[in-house]
C-alpha cells in the first residue's frame, strides 16, 4: 500500500501562485510514477500532469501546459505541482496519484484525498 497525502491547497486571486505537495509513504516511492488530477464541481475528474519515476519523463494537459510544473524530490517521497498564472477555471480538488505505470489516464492504484484550489477572479 502506498498512502498519499496532499496539501498546500488554499485561495488565491487570479495570476497568482500555489505550490501543492504530495508526501508519499508505505512503499519506495521511486517505484512509482506519480500523477496530478483535479475535479471540479460537477465536471469529471481530469488529468493535469504526471511524472515519471526517476523525473526524465512528463506530461501535462493542454489546459495547463506553460504555466503548471510537476517535479519530486525521490529523497524526500514528494511529488509537487507547481501552478503559476492561475486562472478561476483551475478551480478544483487536487488530487496526487500513484502507480507504477507512466499514464494520462485515471487508472492509478493509489489517491490522496485531495486538497482544494479556488482561484477568484
Known amino acids: 500500500q502506498v498512502q498519499l497525502v496532499e496539501s498546500g491547497g488554499g485561495l488565491v486571486q487570479a495570476g497568482g501562485s500555489l505550490r501543492l505537495s504530495c508526501a508519499a509513504s508505505g512503499r519506495t516511492f521511486s517505484n512509482y510514477a506519480m500523477a496530478w488530477f483535479r475535479q471540479a464541481p460537477g465536471k469529471e475528474r481530469e488529468f493535469v500532469g504526471a511524472?515519471?519515476?526517476?523525473?526524465?519523463?512528463?506530461s501535462y494537459a493542454d489546459s495547463v501546459k506553460g504555466r503548471f510544473t510537476i517535479s519530486r524530490d525521490n529523497a524526500k517521497n514528494t511529488v509537487y505541482l507547481q501552478m503559476n498564472s492561475l486562472k478561476p477555471e483551475d478551480t478544483a480538488v487536487y488530487y496526487c496519484?500513484?502507480?507504477?505505470?507512466?499514464?494520462?489516464?485515471?487508472?492509478?492504484?493509489?489517491w490522496g484525498q485531495g486538497t482544494q484550489v479556488t482561484v477568484s477572479s
Open positions: 496519484a500513484a502507480d507504477f505505470e507512466f499514464r494520462r489516464t485515471g487508472e492509478y492504484d493509489y
Open positions: 511524472i515519471s519515476r526517476s523525473g526524465g519523463r512528463r
